[in-house]
């Protein structure tokens, strides 16, 4: 207990810093994955020959064993210079993040009650209206639920991207592993699931707050 | 109608042109000459992977899926939420640091690769059976005891049949998972095609990159279709409708 | 024949679900089990094949003892409908009906035997149906298979929980004539919970009306219509128990008191109706109907009277609010 006092006072403000670097990343791809992934889902609700190929592609993509992703962009992003670092990683949390997202909101926006968007379309909503006022709020809960696997999805991820430079928690496991420091594998693999566990907790607030009380249940 | 039709096709076709463009551009960099000038090599890599796969796969199974059961049951219902909340919680712990502490406990090599893996796809397993014993009808259980059935006859005959799609899916994932975290393995001394992808990302060298990641790539969606395919022959017919749903 | 004596079920020290119950279900009778929610019909019926454990008292079914029977073994022999048909999804149509026949041992040409006559008495072709899943087949369907699953093995004794409460109306009312058929084949001795009155006097041949766990009465469906014991009995019933009454007697009941009417062959468009049928389809057909009257049509569909609004009205007076008034001065 002690040795683990001594361990935390020095070694905590790197820490916090890695976990912030973590975090960051990964509430940056979830920004992106959202501006894609929740358009598109919505989108595909109308064309039933595109939703069968993106999500297949999406499911696909999530298939990929994460460090064999990275082993296959760092090539491409040498083209670029950017093989190793923030951005490769950035992309490959993108990536896995498109299925739970828009899988979620293509079947809650699908399975929005016909009789409620026809009362929609009824009283002369227009589209834009009917979805952020009826189809958006009634499949919300759906939605965040994909949101929220994605993040703790990422989140475990986000871990091995410290093999390829991109900082977060990774680097406390991976530097645990080659000086042989229990220490700092255990410190990092706490936060790395605190930070999950807390994202989660903090992204259910949101949609219990968010989600009218209508239909909260 | 046909310019969504359109919109389908040609998203279909970007991402096949782009497959075909990765490859094609691969291949002309001579990325993938390792596996022919490394024959050798490259099979006891693969060989390693799959034994690591499988090895830690049949374990997990082994263990999860009666564990799933026994904790569904009547005597002991009441642990279950303490159960799930540690399983919960061991799924948010990363795979690589299971791997890394692995190392204190049984040194380097094969067996803690293995014995870490095999911790790792318990969760899944073990988490889709109670889910998927749990979400049965209780009416059904009821139908069954009112007719006489004993305990173990509708365990094997109305509950695991119907549970059978959520388990099978456990199992997907589980095996699907490691096929990736077994890239890992490297870490803890334990092989497989993950040698080739640390040593390209440590020599900057995209030949092992491409070599060993794209395998490794083309065996977790291989397992993904593969077990698919199983789960439609071994889900009863009846039971198929009610899983999707 | 089942016989509950002081059958008591207690959960703990204050709540008591079922309160000494005595009363006999007779050979190849139906007794419903009729009463508001949470009056213990449930839990009585559930006790009956040990579902539910018994804290006092004992129930005997065919001269044993349920509780000299294992658990298993009693189950096997009580045929258990329940009201979300119970059926598995796994199984097919075939596997479901023939579950108890199969823990049972039967050879598979006994099931397939089994399995033919039982899908004919309810009307379904056995070659469509054998391999079909219970989710290819209608609410109706799925209901009728529960039906005859239970009554697979034959068991003497049938305990039926609500089982065609989640049918809509039109086809409840088909069911339900369908399984009377059955029954007048059958004979089975049948316990049945329902909450819904209208079902209760069609299908009872006796009703016990439970309250908070105790027999407010037991009699057959017209005494407690004619005869109610209490308020509470006359009160659960309605105010329109005449009405509900008129579904116990026939055409031919009243054919037997006062007679059919000639047919007027003046009148137009008029509909036929079975001598068999209750006098409540028999007005319910008259109010919906331009012309006066209904011709009433024998078993072998021979035209032997008509019926009119004013003969049922004048059978009423005579069976109905006769006894009624009887017993409202008494």
New interface residues.
């Given amino acids: 207990m002690e040795e683990w006092l001594r361990f935390l006072e020095i070694n905590a403000p790197r820490i916090l810093e890695l976990t912030l670097d973590h975090a960051i990343l990964v509430t940056l791809a979830i920004i992106v994955a959202l501006l894609i992934g929740v358009p598109l889902g919505i989108y595909l609700t109308t064309n039933e020959y595109l939703a069968g190929t993106v999500l297949q592609v999406a499911s696909v993509t999530l298939t990929i064993p994460s460090i064999a992703l990275f082993g296959v962009m760092i090539p491409i992003f040498s083209i670029i210079n950017q093989g190793i670092g923030f951005l490769p990683a950035f992309v490959a949390l993108v990536l896995y993040s498109q299925l739970p997202i828009i899988r979620n909101t293509y079947t809650a926006i699908k399975n929005v009650n016909p009789e409620m968007r026809d009362a929609a379309i009824g009283m002369g909503m227009k589209t834009s209206q009917r979805l952020l006022r009826v189809e958006i709020p009634n499949a919300l809960p759906v939605i965040m639920a994909g949101v929220r696997t994605a993040v703790v999805l990422n989140i475990g991820i986000g871990v091995i991207a410290a093999y390829i430079g991109a900082g977060g928690l990774g680097v406390l496991i991976t530097q645990g592993i080659s000086r042989g420091d229990n220490y700092l594998i255990i410190s990092g693999s706490l936060a790395v699931a605190l930070l999950a566990i807390i994202a989660d907790a903090i992204l259910l607030f949101i949609q219990k707050r968010f989600t009218t009380k209508g239909i909260a249940n | 109608m046909n310019t969504k039709k359109l919109i389908g096709n040609s998203f279909r076709f970007f991402i096949y042109g782009m497959v075909l463009l990765f490859f094609i551009w691969a291949i002309k960099n001579q990325y993938f000459s390792y596996i022919f000038s490394e024959t050798g090599t490259f099979f006891v890599l693969l060989r390693q992977h799959l034994e690591l796969v499988l090895v830690s796969s049949i374990f997990a199974i082994l263990i999860a899926v009666p564990a799933g059961i026994l904790i569904t049951r009547p005597k002991f219902r009441k642990a279950e939420w303490l159960v799930t909340n540690i399983v919960n919680f061991g799924q948010t712990i990363p795979s690589l640091a299971v791997l890394a502490l692995m190392i204190s406990v049984l040194g380097i090599g094969f067996q803690t690769a293995v014995f870490a893996l095999f911790i790792y796809s318990i969760l899944p397993i073990f988490r889709n059976t109670v889910a998927g014993l749990d979400t049965i009808d209780k009416n059904l259980i009821d139908a069954a005891k009112g007719m006489g059935m004993k305990p173990h006859q509708i365990l094997f005959r109305i509950e695991l049949p119907n549970a059978a799609y959520s388990i099978l899916a456990g199992i997907r994932t589980a095996v699907v998972l490691n096929i990736g975290t077994a890239a890992l393995a490297y870490v803890v001394g334990g092989g497989g095609l993950g040698v080739w992808i640390f040593t390209g990302i440590q020599l900057f060298d995209n030949g092992f990159l491409i070599s060993g990641a794209i395998p490794v790539t083309l065996m977790a969606i291989l397992a993904d279709y593969l077990l698919r395919k199983l789960e439609y022959v071994l889900v009863p017919k009846g039971s198929r409708r009610v899983a999707k749903a | 024949m089942i016989t509950f004596n002081h059958v008591t079920k207690r959960y703990n020290e204050e709540k008591t679900a079922v309160k000494d119950l005595n009363f006999t279900v007779e050979k190849g009778n139906i007794v419903v089990l009729l009463g508001p929610s949470g009056c213990g019909k449930t839990t009585l019926l559930r006790m009956v ?1 040990r ?1 539910e454990s018994i804290s006092e008292g004992n129930i005997v079914i065919n001269e044993q003892d349920s509780m000299d029977l294992n ?7 009580v045929g ?1 409908v ?3 048909n ?7 149509i075939e596997e479901n009906v023939m ?2 026949p199969d ?1 049972l041992g039967w050879t598979k040409k006994e099931k397939r035997e089994r399995f033919d006559y039982l899908m004919k008495l309810i009307g379904l072709d056995p070659k469509i149906y054998r391999k079909r ?3 290819e087949l209608s609410g109706g369907q799925q209901q009728r298979i529960g039906v005859v ?2 009554l697979a093995a034959d068991p003497p004794v049938m ?1 039926m929980d609500e089982p065609f409460g989640a049918l809509d109306p039109i086809i409840r009312e088909k069911i339900q004539d369908e399984f009377l058929q059955i029954q007048r084949e059958v004979k089975k001795t049948i316990l049945f919970v329902s909450h819904d009155i209208d079902e209760a006097i069609k299908m009872g041949d006796k009703i016990v009306l439970l309250r908070d766990g105790e027999i407010m009465q037991y009699d057959t469906p017209s005494e407690m219509l004619t005869h109610p014991k209490n308020e509470f009995v006359s009160q659960f019933f309605g105010k329109d128990r005449a009405i509900k009454s008129l579904s116990l007697h026939t055409v031919k009941n009243l054919q037997e008191v006062i007679g059919l009417a000639h047919i007027d062959d003046a009148i137009e468009d008029t509909k036929t109706i079975n001598v068999n049928q209750d006098l409540r389809n028999t007005i319910s057909m008259l109010l919906n109907q331009e012309a006066d009257q209904v011709i009433v049509t024998d078993d072998q569909g021979e035209r032997i009277g008509s019926i009119t609004i004013d003969l049922v009205q004048k059978y009423l007076h005579f069976e109905i609010k006769g006894k009624l008034s009887v017993s409202q001065e008494g």
């Fill in positions: 094949n579902l658990a298993i073994e009693l189950r096997r022999k258990y329940i009201q979300s119970g059926l598995f999804p796994n199984m097919t579950i108890v823990l899943f219970p989710h699953r239970a305990l």
